[in-house]
T-cell receptor
Framework: QKEVEQDPGPLSVPEGAIVSLNCTYSNSAFQYFMWYRQYSRKGPELLMYTYSSGNKEDGRFTAQVDKSSKYISLFIRDSQPSDSATYLCAMSPIGADGLTFGKGTHLIIQP | DTAVSQTPKYLVTQMGNDKSIKCEQNLGHDTMYWYKQDSKKFLKIMFSYNNKELIINETVPNRFSPKSPDKAHLNLHINSLELGDSAVYFC????????????FGSGTRLTVV
């Protein structure tokens, strides 16, 4: 079992829909959870950052962490064609320098 | 101004050659990294450098060697390139504190022929 599992997609939804992206993980030591967005031929950019369990909202984006289930989610409301990209979850234990990434979900928002 | 810059953006070279990729960050971050993204888009850490000290070296072949002349630079040297080294290499930096949020460069696409 890989440390971080993420469905690669592609996930195709119509513009305006609510998008749900998810990752599961096996390492109970993970405490920091992040979502990165990567456009084609670009570097990943940080979207959301959460510590331990709970929710965090930033504009149209909401990140959720359920440590009891080892499950994290990213919700995108009112999705736009410009949201089309690959979304990578990443996580790390306290004190660690390296992040463990999921393989990324390729999201397509249809105009 | 680009926060983390890598050069070159594209690199095509023959097997057996030695090449280097340069990285510079102007964010004042204390740690820099090299990540490899394979053809399936999987990002995996290669190295981490903090104050010129190697912190992580994740089972990377010793043909790969990071060089840090100062806190703002972390270059990647690759000797005796192999076909399997073809990938996109990303440099990143972060600051110690409440967790670590990386800033990535735009990547160097290496093709070994």
């Amino acid at each position: 079992q890989k440390e971080v599992e993420q469905d690669p997609g592609p996930l195709s939804v119509p513009e305006g829909a609510i998008v749900s992206l998810n990752c599961t993980y096996s390492n109970s030591a993970f405490q920091y959870f992040m979502w990165y967005r990567q456009y084609s031929r670009k570097g990943p950019e940080l979207l959301m950052y959460t510590y331990s369990s709970g929710n965090k909202e930033d504009g149209r984006f909401t990140a959720q962490v359920d440590k009891s289930s080892k499950y994290i989610s990213l919700f995108i409301r009112d999705s736009q064609p410009s949201d089309s990209a690959t979304y990578l979850c990443a996580m790390s234990p306290i004190g660690a320098d390296g992040l463990t990434f999921g393989k990324g979900t390729h999201l397509i928002i249809q105009p | 101004d680009t926060a983390v810059s890598q050069t070159p953006k594209y690199l095509v070279t023959q097997m057996g050659n030695d090449k280097s990729i340069k990285c510079e960050q102007n964010l004042g971050h204390d740690t820099m990294y090299w990540y490899k993204q394979d053809s399936k888009k999987f990002l995996k850490i290669m190295f981490s450098y903090n104050n010129k000290e190697l912190i992580i070296n994740e089972t990377v072949p010793n043909r790969f060697s990071p060089k840090s002349p100062d806190k703002a630079h972390l270059n990647l040297h690759i000797n005796s390139l192999e076909l399997g080294d073809s990938a996109v290499y990303f440099c990143a930096s972060s600051q110690e504190g409440f967790g670590r949020a990386y800033t990535f460069g735009s990547g160097t696409r290496l093709t070994v022929v």
